[in-house]
């Protein structure tokens, strides 16, 4: 327990803060992979294509963020960060393959030692057993798309993996299941304290199964393509070589279909888009159904007023751009993560904010909704005066990203850590496994590096590290970069092997 002594000292000194007001409920609701360029508030070319009137309708009653971003972009390590506050290396969920120390300080505990009735329903992925939580019902790993298994508190057992032991088999679609379980949670709820519902779907996660009543939506729609569907990745280094998660690297279990062998390489890129956009989209389509059934909840119990909703996804996801699927990498599409965010008694309705924001910060802003003082080992910041329009001037004008599972057997994205910027993202492609679980030993040399001008090339397509007139600029932006290393504890300087990548690469 030595380890954690500070931490817990953080927690057992925290104390609710009497509010003049009722104390909100809040209910969290997060889908998988679920990219803002299929959400309709945002716009794009998929906005017309599959409309999400009912997720669309937490934007119009409240805040839509624009610059949302994660800080790891893979399940496990981001919903690490959100129940932590912290980046990967402060709680120690670097990959997939790590979990949640059921010791470690969350935020549904602080919540809970404030009062608030804690729950968390659908996907959990973080390895071990819930904690801080009054009640849990949640998949087991990734869960199953139909008649899934969810093991209810009580039930965890030893290996939550396997199957069937501790877990009830419940009939109908994941989207569905996990939205009566919702719904079911809040009818329990004692109407003397408020609750925090985490209602976290599976969906649109791989391998994207829709429920029965959405497989002929779009069938006869031909999807409009994203404008560097066949990016041949000119000016980007041998990183961009190794991936296998372009459009013809999408097995017969993702398209549910042979895969025609007589196609050129742009050719399967535009057939695969076609099959493999319409089931996102369809698995999409069940999500907002579903919200729409929890808004019309909060409606009909009369909880809408007091209650604060938020929409968002783990991370976010390529659906095509640059040819891609899946997340890992610092570009834009698996960066940005949708936050949408309702409270009529606080927040103006219709507001777009572009502050850039954490998946760090959402703890923190759970904390100061709750009137819970955020506890000390949290990194990140509360956002709720951006929320009202009233963002301090010293508010973060850049970010730091970093993924460390180099190289893993199915994508073979490289480890890299990089900056954003409102305007540029400067990315540092070092290559090291540094021992993380599922990476992949065999490091990456010369280590590579990207520089994009976001406002000239939001798509990234042209990398301008190498132009002479960027010398100062790239300069400026590795001593921002650096700086955030050192303000969030992540200098490297338990990686002897690092040292030597960045005395030969990083000047």
């Not at 409920?25 to 309709?40: E, R």
């Not at 070319?45 to 971003?69: H, Q, W, Y």
């Not at 891609?324 to 777009?352: C, H, N, Q, T």
């Not at 994508?411 to 090291?432: E, N, P, S």
């Amino acid at each position: 327990m030595k380890k954690y002594s500070v931490y817990l000292l953080g927690l057992s000194s925290l104390q609710p803060i009497m509010a003049q007001v009722q104390t909100p409920n809040i209910i969290y609701i997060m889908a998988d992979d679920h990219s803002a360029q299929a959400i309709s508030a945002y716009g794009g070319i998929l906005a017309d294509i599959l409309p999400t009137p009912n997720i669309s309708r937490i934007a119009r009653e409240g805040v839509k963020m624009n610059n949302c971003f994660v800080t790891n972009s893979i399940s496990t390590p981001s919903r690490g960060a959100i129940m932590t506050g912290q980046y990967s290396n402060k709680n120690g969920i670097y990959t997939l393959d790590d979990k949640l120390d059921p010791a470690y300080p969350n935020v549904a505990k602080c919540l809970r030692k404030s009062g608030y009735q804690t729950a968390i329903i659908g996907k959990w992925h973080l390895g071990n057993e819930p904690t801080g939580f009054d009640y849990y019902n949640v998949l087991p790993g990734q869960g199953r798309y139909y008649n899934p298994y969810l093991i209810e508190k009580g039930m965890w057992g030893d290996d939550p993996r396997s199957e069937p032991e501790g877990k009830k088999e419940y009939q109908g679609h994941s989207t569905d299941v996990i939205t009566d379980e919702a719904i079911r949670f809040m009818d329990r709820t004692s109407k003397d304290n408020p609750f925090f519902l985490m209602c976290h779907y599976k969906a649109p996660h791989r391998w994207w199964e829709p429920a029965k009543r959405f497989k002929e939506l779009l069938k006869e729609v031909k999807v409009p393509e994203p404008e560097n569907l066949l990016d041949t990745y000119e000016g980007k280094g041998k990183y961009a070589e190794l991936l296998t998660m372009s459009m013809e690297h999408l097995n017969t279990r993702d398209l549910k279909t042979e895969i025609p062998e007589e196609l050129s390489r742009d050719e399967l890129r535009r057939w695969a888009y076609q099959i493999y956009i319409k089931d996102y989209l369809r698995c999409i389509a069940g999500i907002d159904e579903n919200v729409g059934r929890i808004l019309n909840y909060l409606d009909e119990k009369g909880l809408a007023e007091n209650t604060i909703v938020i929409y968002t996804s783990d991370q976010g996801f390529f659906l095509g751009e640059h040819g891609w699927f899946d997340k890992r990498l610092i570009y834009e599409e698996s960066l940005r993560m949708p936050f949408l965010i309702r409270y009529p008694k606080e927040i103006e309705a219709g507001v777009e904010n572009n502050d850039i924001v954490l998946n760090i910060d959402f703890a923190p802003l759970f904390l100061d909704y709750a009137n819970v003082e955020k506890p000390l080992y949290m990194q990140g910041e509360s956002f709720r005066d951006n929320l009202r329009g009233r963002t301090q001037e010293n508010w973060r004008k850049s970010m730091y990203y970093r993924y460390w599972m180099h190289a893993e057997g199915t994508h073979h994205v490289t480890a890299h850590y990089g900056l954003r910027t409102h305007r540029y993202k400067l990315i540092f492609y070092y290559g090291q496994s540094l021992g993380m679980k599922g990476a992949n030993d065999k490091p990456l040399i010369p280590a590579e590096w990207e520089l994009y001008d976001l406002m000239t090339d939001p798509s990234e397509m042209k990398n301008i590290y190498d132009d002479p007139s960027k010398k100062d600029l790239i300069n400026d932006l590795k001593l921002e970069l650096l700086r955030l290393k050192r303000l969030y504890e992540d200098e490297d300087s338990a990686y002897p092997q690092m040292k030597e990548v960045i005395d030969t690469y990083f000047w």
